[in-house]
């Protein structure tokens, strides 16, 4: 028989071991609740990160797969990544015929081209009036964005591209195909312009001769690649408040306006300034071969401006050369000829 303190014992230790059964049994019996927690927090990351999506087949004519699933598989929706990838039957997404209320684009992002490929476009359709096509997110990599809206008795349809705008490594074209004598053929840019790559804006059916504004820039645009109006007749404009940033360097290091076209400056130019050597040249707008007009309302931002010369410190932009330089005020100037004189003194002496 147990002592008093044997049985004393002997329940705590029982106790311990029917508690620890206890707990492994309840262990076990929540196992599988954890299992299926852990499941859907998988579920929920994975929907959490959009799918890439991209274009099986060219739209024809006649066909768009922007709200539809016709070349997506299903509807673009929300929380879904777009591509119109440019290779070969895969590269042409159409607007539907008829815009002419404003038509947003439902996917998290739409990309026309991939660096690599060329041909992949966006082709705006148009109709009987001025459209809107808005792509929140749209990014151009080697990929183009064409006005060829309907035309009627020698006149045709401006489009407004609206939303947010990003120019990726291959960089993206504003097309006016089929602007050969025709008036009001436009593209009128509202969103934001931003990225590293280039922007080209030209008429791949030739040289255009309409009267109109051609592609015209409403944002302020952070993009630092360069900029070229490719053909004779074609126009950009650059309207008041809109703007145009420009990165400079090393002397003759920046991103520019260039090409064979026309260009109306009415609005602001930023010179990001932190990189940029203190004595340098820069060509920013190349009037060699541009038509090119500055506007009453052009401003240089930062700057002042007198007589159309915009100044800074010892930088200055010119409007009638377009070219920006930077020479040393008179106190550097004075510096270093006596650091000159004072090299030539001791070599000299060493002679």
């Known amino acids: 028989m147990m002592n008093a303190i044997e049985e004393s014992q002997h329940q705590e230790h029982k106790a311990k071991t029917e508690g620890n059964i206890m707990k492994k049994r309840f262990s076990h019996s929540r196992a599988p609740i954890l299992l299926a927690l852990v499941a859907a927090a998988s579920l929920l990351s994975f929907s959490a990160h959009a799918a890439l999506v ?5 739209d024809g004519a ?17 929380g879904n990544d777009y591509l119109v990838e440019g290779v070969i039957g895969r590269t042409t997404l159409r607007t539907p015929t008829d815009i002419n209320n404003p038509a947003a684009f439902a996917g998290d992002s739409l990309t026309i081209g991939s660096n690599t490929a060329t041909g992949a476009s966006l082709i705006y359709k148009g109709g009987a009036g001025n459209g809107t ?6 990014k151009f990599d080697n ?3 064409i006005n060829n809206a309907v035309t ?7 489009v407004t591209l609206a939303g947010n705008i990003t120019l990726l490594a291959g960089g993206g074209k504003l097309d006016l195909t089929n602007a050969t004598s025709l008036s009001g053929h436009e593209i009128h840019v509202t969103a934001p312009i931003s990225g590293v790559g280039s922007l080209e804006v030209w008429n791949s059916s030739g040289t255009a001769t309409w009267v109109g504004t051609g592609v015209s820039l409403y944002a302020v645009n952070s993009y630092t690649g360069n900029t070229t109006v490719k053909g004779t007749g074609m126009e950009l404009n650059l309207v008041d408040n809109a703007g145009m940033k420009f ?21 602001d130019f930023t010179f990001d300034l932190s ?20 506007g009453s309302t052009f401003t240089v931002n930062g700057f002042t401006g007198n007589a159309h010369v915009w100044t800074l410190g010892n930088y200055t932009f010119t409007e009638a050369t377009g070219i920006l330089t930077a020479v040393p005020e008179p106190a550097v100037w004075a510096l270093l000829a006596f650091s000159l004189t004072t090299v030539i003194v001791l070599r000299r002496r060493r002679a």
């Open 133 to 138: 096509v808005t792509v929140n997110n749209l």
């Open 152 to 158: 009627t008795n020698g006149t045709s349809t401006p």
């Open 247 to 267: 990165v400079i360097g090393a002397t003759g290091a920046n991103n520019m306006i260039s090409g064979n076209g026309t260009l109306h400056l009415d609005g």
């Open 275 to 294: 990189g940029a050597a203190a004595v340098g040249s820069w060509t920013i707008v190349n009037v060699s071969t541009l038509t090119e007009t500055f």
């Open 54 to 58: 991209i274009l099986t087949a060219s």
């Open 62 to 78: 006649g066909e768009s797969s922007f709200n539809t699933a016709l070349h997506w598989g299903a509807v673009p929706i929300a």
């Open 143 to 145: 990929g183009t964005f």
